[in-house]
Structures are given as structure tokens and as C-alpha cells.
């Protein structure tokens, strides 16, 4: 893994947690958008080069409404940035972690993802990222 590319904060309501990280951070997101196949709707603010990322369920089955009903609002994930991810879903399962996915697929802000199992990396959800081609 090459870099911390975001962090992943899931919440309710969208348009009231854009408002209050534009205050927190002194500046608007720079985008908002949906992936449907997640059920999410993301919103992006830049931070010296890390992003976070806000995340909002759009139907009740979606894995960030599942999280926000179990743990509530809060830090949903770390995703860093790889050059080459099915390579590092490879190398991650031959180093013994679960890949929630074993081929990459498509996310936000033009990525490819792949999610490692929270029970295999001390309770936290891992996502690798790597820009689409």
C-alpha cells in the first residue's frame, strides 16, 4: 500500500454532515456522487492530499446503512491507494487477511476498490483503491 487516500466517515444525512466538515475544514467538498451497485451517495473534501470521504446510505440494505444501524455514525474506513490492486488482493490474502472481494470493482471518485474483512486487520475495514484506467 502506497498512500493513505482517504478516509471513509459514514453519516445520515449528507447535505447536513457537507455543511458541517465545510466548516470544520474552511472549505466545500469538491464533489458528490452516487454509486448505486453500494447503495451510496459520497461526498469528497481534499485535506493536504488525503480525502475524505462522506458516505450516505440510499436504501436501507446498503452496507452503510447496516453500519450506521449497528454502530451509528463515525470512521467507516481507511482506504489506501495502490498501483496495482489485484496484485494487492493477492498479496493480501497470501499474507493470511480475508478479501471481502476478490476481484476489484468499480467505486467512487474514479476507483477501483476492494474491501479486507475488519476481523483480519484488528477491527478496522480496509479498502484498497487504485484509479481506473
Not at 465545510?22 to 452516487?34: C, Q, S
Not at 462522506?54 to 463515525?74: C, H, N, V, Y
Not at 482506504?79 to 499474507?95: D, P, T
Request: charged residues 25%; negative net charge; contains cysteine.
Amino acid at each position: 500500500m502506497e498512500k493513505l487516500e482517504h478516509i471513509g466517515i459514514a453519516v445520515r444525512n449528507l447535505d447536513e454532515a457537507n455543511a458541517l466538515f465545510a466548516r470544520l475544514l474552511g472549505k466545500p467538498h469538491y464533489k458528490i456522487e452516487t454509486v448505486e451497485s453500494e447503495g451510496v451517495r459520497t461526498s469528497f473534501f481534499d485535506v493536504g492530499g488525503v480525502k475524505i470521504e462522506l458516505l450516505e446510505a440510499t436504501r436501507p440494505d446498503s452496507p452503510i446503512a447496516k453500519f450506521i444501524e449497528k454502530k451509528g455514525e463515525g470512521v467507516h474506513h481507511l482506504a489506501f491507494g495502490v498501483s496495482h490492486l489485484a496484485e494487492s488482493i493477492s498479496q493480501a490474502k497470501q499474507n493470511g487477511f480475508v478479501a471481502l472481494h476478490e476481484t476489484p470493482k468499480p467505486g467512487a471518485d474514479n476507483k477501483l476498490i476492494a474491501f479486507l474483512h475488519p476481523k483480519t486487520t484488528n477491527q478496522v475495514l480496509v479498502e484498497m483503491c487504485q484509479e481506473k484506467p
